[in-house]
């Protein structure tokens, strides 16, 4: 029959339980690793057991076996203080026969996470610590008084205000002193009575201004007044403002016609004549000229039905200057429309160019000049028109100013107005 092994609960031969302490449970079936069993120059020894015999042989107890230490080195029942406690090597798994498991992969990073975590901000300057920068330094060498400035002299002091009570302080009495005799009074000079001052007289005040009221009414007779036996009411003369309408009506309407009718008046009737010479120019008479004047005078005639009288003659001076003039008298409305309406009959005869006004400084008369070529040869063609006259000037050599200057004096020669 087998013997019964030292367990847990049963303890080895020879030896006592050891009560009070908790006993470490014994491992089984755990296996031994390699590197705790001794080995031998013969081979791996036999693993040891707490059996009596290897504590009879005599050899000494190992650290790790704690049976042999505990029955050895605690008689009574009391831990050995020297003893120096090994904790158990953790056991190896067992193999179970499965597969290791792998360890688990990188977790990947989700979208939009940072591939480095943010770092943390630093603390704001006024979150950290004052430092002292001159901690620790030798300040002493500061305290120096200046060599090239003497001393400043010390503050004045200034007294305290007195301290002013809230509420007035009781009068004091003072304290009665010895009788004295008493000082004579000296006479004072008597002042001069004060010089009675007049009283300034008022600023004279403006009368308010006074609005214009309307004319009141009459008053009213009372209700029994009777005019007396024979009185005739005189009306009340009222003042006439018509004779000034009607000077201001004859003004206007008759003002108006007279001004404008004032050059009427003065250019027609007019008569007109050519003399022999007028301005250095000489009239001439030759059959060629002749025949010029009379051809001139039926054209202006068909042009002109209403004309009274027509006029046609050639002058020129000793340098060979020449100058045609013709017209006719008549009276005529509309002096400039019948200027342009001249110049533009004309224009086809002597090829003239745009014309253009010419000042002559008489109300009512107005003259056009336009240059022209007549065989070959520059002209001036200018036309001078008022209510009673239209004459016109064909001129060579001569400027456009100089034509209308010789046309007026030769017009003032020529037609004459017939004055009553």
Not at 90 to 104: H, K, L, N, T, Y
Request: charged residues 20%; aromatic residues 4%; glycine residues 8%.
């Amino acid at each position: 029959m087998p013997e019964p092994q030292p367990g847990a609960d049963r303890p080895a031969d020879g030896g006592n339980p050891v009560t009070g302490r908790d006993r470490d449970p014994a491992v089984i079936d755990e296996p031994v690793p390699p590197s705790a069993a001794p080995t031998g120059p013969d081979g791996p020894s036999m693993p040891p057991t707490d059996s009596p015999a290897a504590t009879d042989d005599g050899e000494p107890p190992v650290a790790g076996d704690r049976s042999g230490t505990d029955d050895a080195a605690a008689p009574g029942g009391r831990p050995d203080p020297t003893r120096v406690e090994t904790r158990p090597e953790p056991a190896a798994p067992r193999w179970s026969g499965s597969a290791a498991v792998p360890p688990p992969p990188p977790r990947k990073r989700g979208w939009g996470e940072s591939a480095e975590p943010t770092p943390v901000p630093p603390h704001a300057p006024e979150h950290q610590v004052p430092v002292d920068p001159w901690a620790g330094a030798d300040t002493s060498g500061w305290e120096l008084h200046s060599a090239d400035f003497p001393a400043l002299p010390p503050t004045l002091p200034y007294p305290a205000p007195p301290h002013t009570l809230p509420y007035p302080a009781p009068p004091v009495a003072p304290p009665p002193g010895p009788p004295g005799t008493p000082t004579p009074v000296a006479a004072r000079p008597v002042s001069p009575p004060p010089v009675p001052v007049s009283p300034q007289p008022p600023a004279p005040t403006r009368p308010p201004k006074q609005r214009r009221r309307a004319t009141p009414p009459p008053v009213a007779p009372p209700p029994d007044w009777r005019a007396p036996k024979g009185y005739v009411p005189v009306p009340v003369r009222r003042r006439r403002r018509w004779p000034w309408l009607l000077l201001l009506s004859l003004v206007c309407c008759c003002g108006v016609p007279l001004w404008w009718a004032q050059p009427l008046s003065t250019q027609y009737p007019a008569s007109a004549a050519l003399p022999d010479q007028v301005a250095g120019l000489r009239l001439r008479e030759d059959e060629r000229s002749q025949a010029t004047a009379e051809r001139l005078k039926t054209e202006v005639r068909q042009a002109h039905l209403l004309a009274e009288d027509t006029f046609a003659g050639v002058y020129a001076t000793d340098d060979g200057k020449r100058v045609t003039i013709f017209g006719g008298t008549g009276f005529r409305l509309s002096p400039e429309s019948d200027a342009k309406a001249e110049i533009a009959r004309l224009q086809e005869q002597y090829a003239l160019d745009p014309a253009v006004p010419v000042e002559t400084g008489v109300r009512g008369r107005y003259e056009r000049c336009a240059v022209g070529r007549v065989d070959g040869d520059a002209v001036v063609v200018c036309t001078s028109v008022d209510h009673g006259s239209l004459t016109t000037g064909v001129f060579t050599r001569l400027s456009v100013d100089d034509s209308g200057n010789l046309l007026d004096k030769l017009r003032r020669q020529i037609v004459i107005p017939d004055q009553p």
